[in-house]
C-alpha cells in the first residue's frame, strides 16, 4: 500500500470537523477498497489464503484511521481491535445527533430569505455551506 499522506489540518480533532473528517476517510477507503471494512462486519475467511487477505486490508483500513486523526485522540482507539470499531467509536464520540441540534437547524431554516439574485441551486448551496446546514 502506497503512503497515504494526509495534512495536519485535515486530521480529526474532534466534533468540529468530524463530519468532513468522515467524508474524506470515507472516501480514501473507498479508493482502496476498503470502505467495507468500516460500514459493515466483515467476517474473517476461513482459508489461510483469504484470512491472510483480510488481516492485510483489517491492518489497512485501521492504519488510515489511525493516520487521519490526531494524536490525542489515539488513546481511544488502541485499544479496539477493528477498523469498523474505531470508526463506530469515533462517531458516536463525536457524530452530533442531539435532539437540541434539530431544535438548532429548525430556528435557522425560519430565518433565512432568499435574495432577488438568488437562484433556487445557489441558494440552496448557500444554506448548506453558508449555514453549516449538513444534507
Same mark, same amino acid.
Given at each position: ?21 468522515? !467524508? ?37 483500513? /485501521? ?27 469515533? !462517531? ?5 445527533? !442531539? ?6 437547524? /429548525?430556528?435557522q431554516?425560519?430565518?433565512l &430569505? ?11 448551496? &448557500? ?9
Amino acid at each position: 500500500m502506497t503512503s497515504i499522506s494526509i495534512n495536519p489540518e485535515d486530521k480529526l480533532e474532534g466534533g468540529t470537523n468530524f463530519n468532513v473528517w468522515k !467524508a474524506r476517510v470515507l472516501n480514501i477507503l473507498k479508493e482502496y477498497d476498503l470502505d467495507s471494512f468500516v460500514t459493515s462486519v466483515v467476517e474473517e475467511p476461513t482459508t489461510n489464503a483469504g484470512r491472510s487477505v483480510f488481516k492485510k486490508n483489517q491492518a489497512k483500513a /485501521k492504519r488510515i484511521i489511525f493516520d487521519s486523526v490526531k494524536d490525542n485522540i489515539m488513546t481511544v482507539l488502541t485499544p479496539l481491535k477493528t477498523a469498523k470499531e474505531c470508526f463506530d467509536s469515533l !462517531a458516536n464520540m463525536y457524530e452530533t445527533k !442531539a435532539p437540541n441540534q434539530k431544535g438548532v437547524l /429548525k430556528k435557522q431554516l425560519q430565518t433565512l &430569505k432568499m435574495e432577488k439574485d438568488d437562484s433556487v441551486a445557489s441558494f440552496f448551496t &448557500k444554506i448548506s455551506h453558508d449555514r453549516g446546514i449538513s444534507r
